[in-house]
């Protein structure tokens, strides 16, 4: 072993090399924020690991774009039937439930897809969109639901579970809003 060998591994036997500092030789190639070396091949099977999340993102994406258009001209299709539906230009109660519930829909993908695009450009999944899309799912859940079929106590857990969305939606609002002082 060459004399600088020597020394970087005696630095890392010893601590002295900070966990921000990099030094490479034919066993170490990287290493990580607990100090700990990583080979090549444990860098490889992790960017292997990465790119097939990607691609698993990207094509939900692109399967959720398809079902989008196609979810969209389906609701096309659904109003234009029930306004032309005798008596014309009258959409009756059922009519209008049917489709706000399948509008509703059409919009909870919407925002899924710009869940999917957001984690697609920064890796992250933003808490508001998804409170967001939960406060959609959970309305489209009460205007499609016929509370004379539904026992009480579900009527009660819904009415429950819109509050603690409606109570986490504030309170992530208020932490990305500046406060005024």
């Known amino acids: 072993m060459s004399q600088a060998k020597g020394e970087k591994a005696a630095n ?6 900070g966990d921000d500092q990099l030094f490479m030789d034919e066993n170490v190639s990287t290493s990580s924020a607990g100090g700990e070396a990583r080979s090549a091949k444990e860098i490889g099977l992790e960017t292997a690991i990465v790119r097939v999340h990607k691609l698993t993102v990207l094509a939900l994406a692109v399967m959720l774009v398809v079902v989008m258009l196609l ?3 389906h609701l096309g299709v659904l109003i234009s039937e029930e306004v032309w539906k005798p008596p014309r230009w009258l959409i009756p109660v ?5 489709i706000f519930g399948y509008f509703l829909l059409v919009l909870i993908g ?5 869940t999917l695009k957001a984690y697609l450009s920064k890796d992250v999944i933003h808490v508001r969109v ?3 899309v939960a ?3 959970m309305a489209r859940k009460v205007i499609i639901e016929e509370p004379n079929t539904v026992p009480g106590l579900t009527l009660f857990g819904i009415a429950a579970l819109i509050r603690a969305l409606g109570i986490a939606f504030y309170f992530e609002q208020a932490k990305s ?3 005024l002082g």
């Open 135 to 137: 406060l959609i799912a």
């Open 94 to 98: 059922q009519g209008l439930l049917e």
């Open 110 to 114: 919407v925002e899924l897809l710009e």
């Open 12 to 17: 890392r036997a010893g601590g002295i090399v």
């Open 177 to 179: 809003e500046p406060v």
């Open 71 to 73: 979810s969209t001209i």
């Open 130 to 132: 998804v409170l967001e």
